[in-house]
C-alpha cells in the first residue's frame, strides 16, 4: 500500500491519473500495466496521464472528479461511481452508498 501511495501522490493523484493507476494497481496489476489499461479507458496515452492540464478536461469531459469541481459536475461518491464505471471495477465505497440508498 506504501508503494502504491507514493507513486499514485507521484503521477499527481487527483490532478493528474495517479489515483486511477493506484486503485488499478489495488487490483493487482502492476504499475506499467495499470498505467496502459488506464489510458486505454481514458483514451490518451501514457504519456498524457501526468499531464495536469489534458487531464483536468479529460477529468471533466468524463465527470470523474476534479480537486476543485465546477457546478453541476460529479464529486465525491458521484465521481467514484463514475469511475467505477469507467475502469470496469466494484468500489466498496460505492457499493456500500447503494446499500443504504436501497
Same mark, same amino acid.
Given at each position: 500500500?506504501?508503494?502504491?501511495?507514493?507513486?499514485?501522490?507521484?503521477?499527481?493523484?487527483?490532478?493528474?491519473?495517479?489515483?486511477?493507476?493506484?486503485?488499478?494497481?489495488?487490483? @493487482?496489476?502492476?504499475? =506499467?500495466?495499470?498505467? !496502459?489499461?488506464?489510458? $486505454? #479507458?481514458?483514451?490518451?496515452?501514457?504519456?498524457?496521464?501526468?499531464?495536469?492540464?489534458?487531464?483536468?478536461?479529460?477529468?471533466?469531459?468524463?465527470?470523474?472528479?476534479?480537486?476543485?469541481?465546477?457546478? @453541476?459536475?460529479?464529486? =465525491?461518491?458521484?465521481? !467514484?461511481?463514475?469511475? $467505477? #464505471?469507467l475502469l470496469n471495477?466494484?468500489?466498496?465505497?460505492?457499493?456500500?452508498?447503494?446499500?443504504?440508498?436501497?
Amino acid at each position: 500500500m506504501i508503494a502504491t501511495h507514493t507513486l499514485a501522490s507521484g503521477m499527481g493523484g487527483l490532478r493528474t491519473a495517479g489515483d486511477l493507476v493506484a486503485r488499478m494497481q489495488m487490483t @493487482g496489476m502492476r504499475v =506499467g500495466e495499470a498505467k !496502459k489499461y488506464v489510458a $486505454g #479507458k481514458l483514451k490518451v496515452s501514457t504519456r498524457d496521464l501526468a499531464d495536469e492540464v489534458i487531464m483536468n478536461e479529460v477529468r471533466d469531459d468524463l465527470n470523474i472528479g476534479r480537486v476543485v469541481s465546477h457546478h @453541476g459536475k460529479a464529486r =465525491g461518491i458521484q465521481a !467514484k461511481m463514475n469511475i $467505477g #464505471k469507467l475502469l470496469n471495477l466494484e468500489l466498496n465505497s460505492v457499493r456500500r452508498f447503494m446499500e443504504k440508498v436501497n
